[in-house]
């Protein structure tokens, strides 16, 4: 599982980096040669999608996301679970049907292409629906192995935080 994670994290940080490299390389050549790199524009907006879901995919499995903690803070450890679970499974609910509709996308997408390469955008998106499968998929993981951490918890709680 640690090998799929950091692959995961991986491809989300190559595409970063892909997009920071693609928009300075523009930017250089722009003010040193008076021309764009082409597709510099369609490229970047692509691979940052594909970076958002795959950063989704991670930020879902590791619970890193930022959340407001002022109700979970002053929750005993079985709580705390149970709220984590219940975030994580409506997360669950929203990215299944996104990950759905970003396959229709890609189905849909025919032959267009970006306008100066002419790339075919189907490679973008089809990467992008990986990436949005994957946080699906991640989100079902996590809930499966809070699950089983909860089932292991002592029956009492402690006291909530502040009393």
Same mark, same amino acid.
């Given at each position: ?10 491809v989300?940080a190559?595409f970063l ?7 300075a390389?523009n930017?250089v050549?722009?003010?040193v040669?008076?021309?764009?790199v082409?597709d510099?524009?369609?490229? $970047?907006?692509l @691979? &940052?999608?594909?970076?958002? #879901?795959?950063?989704?995919?991670i930020?879902t499995?590791r619970g890193g996301?930022?959340?407001v903690?002022?109700?979970?803070e002053?929750?005993g450890?079985?709580?705390?679970v149970r709220?984590?679970?219940?975030a994580?499974?409506?997360?669950f609910?929203?990215l299944?049907?996104?990950?759905w509709?970003?396959?229709?996308k890609v189905?849909?997408t025919g032959?267009q292409?970006? $306008?100066?390469l @002419? &790339?075919p955008m189907?490679w #973008? ?12 998929i991640l989100?079902t993981?996590r809930?499966?192995q809070?699950w089983?951490?909860?089932?292991a918890l ?8 502040g009393a």
């Open positions: 599982m640690k090998k799929l994670l950091d692959a995961t994290e991986s989300a190559f980096l892909a997009i920071c490299a693609l928009t390389t930017v050549v722009r003010n040669m008076s021309v764009q082409p510099w524009y369609d490229g $970047s907006r @691979l &940052l999608g594909i970076a958002i #879901f795959w950063g989704i995919a930020a499995y996301h930022i959340c903690d002022a109700l979970w002053y929750l450890p079985r709580n705390r709220v984590d679970m219940l994580t499974t409506l997360t609910a929203f299944c049907p996104l990950a509709m970003v396959w229709v189905g849909g032959e292409a970006t $306008s100066d @002419l &790339l189907k #973008f998106y089809t990467v992008s629906a990986v990436g949005a499968t994957a946080a699906a989100s993981v809930v499966i809070m089983r951490n909860s089932t002592p029956e009492q709680e402690e006291a909530p935080h």
